[in-house]
């Protein structure tokens, strides 16, 4: 049998032994993707780290409200109005608080993030052997090869007491920021011919203004870019249990293995792109748009695009809006709207205004044409996500492509920790194993000689 008909034959038999009947999934009431009928998720565990409020339940009907991002009992919209009106970055103190469970004082923050940027530098030799030498053209491969590597340095890798996670956790958050600056400059001189800039990490700096710094350099940053990376890692630095890449998290800790391979586990999850990369989706929609219509004010142009795009016939094949649609919130997303609120004075900064209001014109116009052209009823509306918004910040800043999702995990690496400790000091010894019902059926062994 030559080669191209052996996986021919190979590659129908894999897909056939593949199928299940669509059928089973209801009569055996599977609940895939863990979520329920109702669009609402699986409830599989309990935890005391954040919540993520998009709708109430009202016996069996779901009722949408306008979204709540709570950490720690605490409203976002308080958190960032508490630490933006005093003048200074929030990122720090809610790694902080996701960590403790408490707001710090003013000692104990400046203490907490003195050990953070105390432990931001990486060994040279690490640098040199994990991601200079090791080339790689996704920076997010790069930060879970390196994260491993870690794990070599750690003479008490495997230690899951809590004093030892912690010192794990406050580590591996120091340094991610690293490791992605580092590894964006590789690939941008081994794949694009830029100029390889190693720059050590400053401990005077914020994480937002010290990452800004690794990438662009000194004084090539303004204070408003600064404030908005900030915001975008306070943002998105934890949304639950249920998210996938958190989720992720749990699993493999479950099963109390160390530290660096769960990071691992979720950053592999995060790289997906049913999970991360959408506000780089968005981006390529918007220049989509921007090139594909006359006039960005003119409501009925934009609306016939967004027609277009749900009918596959324009910005690919999708079918998909990106950046509108999320699984728990329904009328707004708190991210969204928080993230939107500082980025028009990004969009003055950088002269993008006539961008910035096609953006909100999107916003405005995307939930009703999506509801009417899938017949959606009101309680199935749905917003705009803060990957609508992520990106154009992002763009804005001047970070480059390659950096939209690593940043994502910049953030989250902190709720990722968070709930590790939580599943094993509170859940331990509690392996995650949910179940799955074989539908294959029987066959019989046949023997070699009798097979076709």
């Known amino acids: 049998m030559t080669d ?4 021919s034959k190979f590659e129908e038999s894999v897909w056939n032994a593949s199928q299940i009947e669509p059928a089973l999934f209801d009569k055996f009431d599977v609940k895939r993707g863990l979520r329920n009928n109702d669009k609402t998720g699986v409830l599989v565990g309990l935890t005391n780290i954040g919540d993520v409020i998009g709708y109430e339940k009202t016996g069996d009907k779901v009722v949408a409200i306008p979204g709540k991002l709570i950490y720690r009992g605490i409203d976002i919209e308080d958190i960032v109005a508490g630490y933006q009106k005093e003048g200074r970055h929030g990122f720090d103190e809610t790694v902080y608080l996701l960590l403790t469970g408490k707001l710090p004082t003013r000692e104990e923050l400046k203490a907490f993030s003195d050990r953070l940027a105390s432990l931001r530098a990486l060994p040279d030799n690490f640098i040199n052997d994990m991601i200079l030498t ?8 790069m930060l879970a090869r390196s994260i491993l590597a870690l794990y070599t340095l750690d003479d008490n890798a495997d230690d899951i007491s809590l004093p030892n996670m912690l010192n794990q956790t406050i580590n591996i958050i120091a340094k991610f920021p690293s490791i992605i600056a580092y590894s964006y400059q590789a690939l941008s001189h081994a794949y694009k011919g830029k100029t390889l800039s190693i720059r050590y990490p400053q401990k005077d700096l914020s994480t937002a203004e010290n990452f800004l710094y690794m990438v662009k350099g000194s004084s090539r940053y303004t204070k408003l870019e600064a404030d908005l990376l900030d915001l975008a890692l306070v943002l998105h630095a934890e949304h639950g249990g249920g998210n996938n890449s958190t989720f992720t ?3 493999t800790s479950s099963t109390e293995t160390d530290i660096y391979s769960s990071v691992t586990s979720a950053i592999g999850s995060l790289k997906g792109p049913l999970h991360g990369g959408a506000n780089l989706r968005v981006l390529e929609m918007m220049t989509d748009m921007k090139a594909n219509i006359t006039d960005w004010k003119d409501e009925k142009q934009v609306e016939d695009y967004l ?3 749900l009918q596959g016939k324009a910005n690919g094949t999708s079918g998909k809006i990106y950046g509108i649609g999320h699984a728990v919130y329904t009328i707004s997303d708190p991210r969204a709207v928080l993230l939107r609120a500082r980025a028009r004075d990004l969009a003055v900064e950088k002269e993008k205004v ?5 953006y909100q014109l999107v916003e405005k ?9 899938k017949g959606f009823t009101q309680e199935r509306r749905n917003c705009i996500n803060v990957d609508f918004y992520s990106g154009f910040v992002y763009s804005c800043i001047g970070m480059p492509e390659e950096l939209y999702t690593p940043l994502f995990a910049m953030a989250r690496i902190a709720g990722w920790c968070t709930h590790r400790i939580e599943e094993l000091t509170f859940t331990a010894k509690r ?3 949910p179940g799955f019902k074989s ?5 019989n062994y046949i023997p070699m000689e009798e097979r076709q």
């Open 4 to 7: 191209n008909k052996f996986n």
């Open 365 to 373: 116009l995307a939930p009703d044409v999506f509801a009417k052209f």
């Open 431 to 433: 392996l995650i194993r």
């Open 249 to 251: 998290m749990r699993v």
């Open 134 to 141: 090791l080339k790689g053209r996704d920076v997010l491969n």
């Open 354 to 358: 006539d961008e910035f209001d096609l």
């Open 307 to 309: 027609i277009k795009v």
């Open 439 to 443: 539908v294959y059926g029987k066959q």
